[in-house]
């Protein structure tokens, strides 16, 4: 099977202008998005000290309770806090993608291309319309992941209570050590992590902060796109800035955004568009067919057997493609785990 390969790519001006916008995405979003995982950061600090707290001393049901509810506040002020930022975070990241796109229409019309104007009372909505679906989508996950932890937190502080001092009257410990048993259990089985549908543990922090990033960044690629149709612009294309992973593939790649076009695929073939994954940092800007080089319409086209293939599909291409660039990001991926479970043993302690 012939290996579906992009070449490099001829305008370098473009290319330096599409990653000089990405960066500037990724600054304006990154200080945002540190705060929020402070946040969380911080809760989950809060919630191992209340689970020392309950160890330190034999559990009674009435300490339990109280432990348990200390807990609980500890948790439904973190869902208030990350609703709040929310509602003031994605809103902007969709408004920079919206500007993004006035960027890039401003350039074609610069370029004497005929854009047409936009109809301000049926787009308002619109716009409201989608920023509203992605903070609802957010607050969903975000609930999930907190609801997840509430319910396992209910459940050991009363179980580990009555099972340790059970064990230990049965096993004729000392109280010492029934104390230890539960303090090592509280915090192992009550510590504040998610666990996703692929039995992964994240801890909450690194959750959040990956949450944050990809929605806002799918925020933007909304207000990016809503944009572009907004003038009539029936065509888009991926960012490229030597991509270090499967994102390759897409970089330069033309898709269409509205309707249907002979040449080139709807977005739903490429993962609905930017992001496409957690860290992704491709971006959309418009393409007009009129304005572009048979070299750039050739490059926009995307190798049919990559269309409707899932990330971890075309990430197994891309390791049998590139293994040794593959090799240097499962390193960067590597350590970055290690880092984080390293991290959350010392948290731990
Ligand atoms: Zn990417």
């Not at 490229?240 to 269409?256: I, L, P, S, T, W």
Request: hydrophobic share 40%.
């Amino acid at each position: 099977m012939r290996r579906p390969r992009r070449p490099r790519r001829p305008h370098s001006m473009k290319a330096a202008l599409d990653a000089r916008r990405a960066e500037q995405f990724r600054r304006a979003f990154e200080g945002e998005i540190a705060s929020l995982r402070g946040l969380y950061r911080k809760a989950s600090s809060d919630m191992m000290q209340v689970l020392a707290d309950a160890a330190a001393t034999p559990l009674t049901r009435a300490r339990s309770i109280s432990h348990l509810r200390q807990y609980n506040t500890i948790l439904a002020n973190l869902g208030d806090e990350a609703a709040a930022w929310m509602q003031l975070n994605l809103p902007e990241s969709y408004k920079a993608g919206v500007a993004f796109s006035d960027g890039s229409i401003g350039d074609l019309r610069r370029a004497g291309i005929n854009v047409r104007r936009r109809q301000r009372d049926v787009f308002t909505q619109v716009h409201r319309e989608a920023v509203a679906a992605i903070v609802q989508e957010m607050q969903r996950t975000t609930d999930f992941a907190l609801a997840q932890i509430g319910r396992r937190s209910k459940g050991v502080f009363r179980r580990v209570g009555i099972e340790e001092v059970a064990k230990g009257i049965a096993e004729g410990k000392t109280r010492v050590e029934v104390t230890r048993g539960i303090k090592e259990r509280l915090l192992a089985e009550g510590k504040p992590v998610f666990k996703d549908r692929l039995g992964r543990e994240w801890d909450l922090d690194r959750y959040s902060e990956m949450v944050a990033r990809t929605t806002s960044r799918e925020a933007a690629t909304q207000g990016t796109m809503n944009r572009l149709r907004e003038h009539g612009l029936q065509l888009a294309q991926v960012s490229a800035h030597g991509a270090a992973d499967f994102c390759v593939y897409y970089e330069n790649v033309v898709v269409c955004i509205e309707g249907e076009h002979p040449v080139y695929p709807p977005i739903s073939a490429i993962n609905g568009g930017p992001p496409f994954h957690p860290n992704c940092v491709h971006v959309l800007t418009p393409f007009v067919e009129n304005l572009a080089t048979d070299e750039e319409k050739a490059a926009g086209k995307i190798e049919p057997e990559l269309l409707d293939k899932s990330p971890a599909q075309l990430q197994r291409q891309f390791r049998k493609d590139f293994p040794e660039r593959a090799r240097a990001e499962g390193k960067r991926v590597r350590q970055e785990a290690a880092l984080i479970s390293g991290r959350a043993k010392r948290r731990a302690q």
